[in-house]
């Protein structure tokens, strides 16, 4: 592995040392984060999809650490949910509401806090919001979304351009991951965000692993075939379907598909335009692998429900493919820091940016307060703190982050910040401490938009959950719903109407008007 030239010790720290920074003892901090990992494709949360596709060294930070069961975001898109981990602040506080532009940049990050503390920060990988990372020593960030091959990256360095560099995304992060910890000042702690592209639409695999799950027919989950009986306008008008809206070609790496049955295949061109940054003997390696993958499909001509199961085990298998390379990262960082002797005074910290459907509903994509996409995986290991093989259901949710970095760091949070430090749970055994909150507070502003989900807030306790669908435009007209996951886990059956809800309906309603009120919360 080449190690790029590194400038850490050349950047002029950005503000004075607050007097005691420099203890030793304090822990170094990292946060792992892919894009759009469902909690269902990690083995150590026990879904029925990843008993054939085990993740061993994502399963490895929960045994020896902490795992989340009722982590969730404020709002299930990416650049919403990265505005929340590095401000603490709920959407419309930290202004990134939508997945655009909307980074309020006079709002303080939790690297410029760590920053000034005498942390050295780093982030690699995905930033995706439109500004340019502050409060870092160092950063090496992908254009935009990032690509799969060869991506594009930006460092301090390259003044603003975003260079090629040669590799896959998710061996890309790892190696820049482990040459920020390489090269630091070893007299100060480090605050390293790892932030993944993968697994992110449209799944494409390092190229050994591609194909590595074809011997496998994956269960499908058990709504697949859900009609949104009893649900309003939203669950009907979602573009996010995997019969209806996943393509042939761009998501399931089927070129010529729509030619060959005489349409115009929606995003049809980018098939070409992910494997364009490829070497050509690269390319001819994927086209070939896709190729022979693909016969036996071009061959049956597969149609209706037949073809849909097609596209289900196509999506999952490349999918879980991408994980592949995640989970051999993370086994490689914790392998680094153990040699290092770093492993016990890091808290090494996995998470997703958001949930996402692997079949549930019928769906991909993510946006919707309902739990695939809702919750997110968290996986915390630091032994100094977390008894291993702890299993916590307290409610955490992405506002967290940043006041909980900062406690671990000894720095009080900024009064502004809305998340709460869950160190009081960390050092519980993951019970949730008295007074602990009972509530979190949902919502998704991104409509109209790709995907069609139509905006909604929303008020979850585990297990009722109230959400308030609107459209902005007032076209559709807003509805409530009401889940009671106690009895419906799936979240099936909406019971706003019913008699024996009718008081969990009045105290969750007091809830939400309580979380706008109290938040301010100007658009509903
Ligand atoms: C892209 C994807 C969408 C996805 C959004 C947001 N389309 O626009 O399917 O919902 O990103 O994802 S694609 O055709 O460009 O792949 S997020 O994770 O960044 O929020
Ligand atoms: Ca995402």
Redesign the pocket.
């Known amino acids: 592995m080449t190690r790029p030239k590194h400038i850490l010790t050349m950047i002029p720290m950005a503000a004075a040392i607050a007097p005691g920074a420099m203890a030793q003892n304090r822990p170094n901090i990292i946060h792992i984060m892919s894009?759009?990992h469902a909690y269902q494709a990690i083995s150590a949360y026990g879904d029925q999809l990843s008993e054939h596709a085990p993740t061993p060294n994502l399963d490895r930070l929960a045994s020896e650490g902490m795992m989340f069961r009722r982590a969730y975001v404020e709002n299930s898109?990416?650049?919403p949910?990265r505005a929340c981990l590095f401000t603490g602040l709920y959407s419309h506080q930290n202004g990134q509401r939508g997945?655009g532009r909307g980074i309020d940049t006079t709002k303080t990050f939790v690297s410029e806090i760590l920053q000034q503390n005498g942390y050295q920060t780093g982030v690699v990988g995905k930033w995706?919001m439109q500004c340019t990372p502050k409060g870092f020593d160092w950063y090496e960030v992908f254009y935009n979304?990032g690509e799969y091959y060869n991506p594009g990256v930006k460092t301090p360095l390259t003044e603003g351009r975003y260079e090629r560099q040669e590799g896959y995304a998710t061996e890309l992060v790892t190696e820049k991951a482990i040459s920020f910890i390489e090269n630091r000042d070893t007299t100060r702690p480090f605050c390293l965000f790892v932030h993944h592209k993968a697994p992110?639409?449209?799944w494409m695999p390092a190229l050994k692993y591609i194909g590595l799950f074809d011997d496998i027919e994956f269960p499908m989950p058990d709504t697949f075939y859900d009609d949104y009986q009893g649900r309003g306008a939203a669950e009907h008008q979602q573009e996010m379907s995997i019969d209806k809206d996943m393509t042939m070609e761009?998501d399931l790496h089927v070129p010529g598909w729509g030619a060959m049955h005489g349409f115009d295949e929606t995003?049809a061109e980018?098939w070409g335009s992910s494997i364009s940054r490829l070497s050509p003997e690269e390319r001819e390696y994927v086209e070939q692998t896709y190729a022979r993958r693909n016969a036996e499909l071009l061959e049956k001509d597969l149609k209706g429900d037949d073809l849909v199961r097609w596209k289900y085990q196509r999506y999952v298998r490349d999918y879980l493919s991408v994980i592949r390379s995640v989970d051999d990262s993370v086994g490689e960082l914790l392998e680094y820091l153990e040699a290092q002797g770093l492993l016990d005074n890091t808290v090494v910290v996995y998470t997703s940016?958001?949930g996402f459907y692997m079949g549930e509903h019928g769906w991909f994509?993510?946006?919707f307060m309902f739990e695939e996409s809702f919750r997110t995986p968290l996986l915390i290991r630091y032994p100094a703190m977390i008894k291993p093989g702890s299993v916590s259901d307290a409610l955490v949710q992405n506002i967290d982050f940043a006041p909980t970095y900062l406690d671990l760091a000894g720095i009080e949070k900024p009064e502004e910040m809305v998340g709460t430090s869950i160190v009081p749970v960390l050092k519980k055994e993951g019970k949730s401490p008295r007074r602990w909150r009972r509530y979190l507070y949902y919502h998704y502003y991104d409509y109209p938009a790709?995907?069609n989900v139509l905006r909604h807030d929303g008020v979850f306790d585990k297990r009722w959950k109230l959400i308030h669908f609107y459209d902005p435009e007032g076209k559709v007209p807003s509805y409530d719903e009401l889940f009671d996951l106690r009895h419906d886990p799936q979240e099936l059956r909406n019971v706003i109407g019913e008699r024996s809800s009718r008081r969990a309906l009045r105290r969750l309603r007091k809830q939400l008007e309580r979380f706008r009120t109290e938040q301010a919360i100007d658009e509903i």
């Open positions: 894009d759009d898109l990416s650049t949910s997945l995706h979304q992110h639409r449209n761009y995003y980018y940016d958001q994509d993510k946006r790709e995907h």
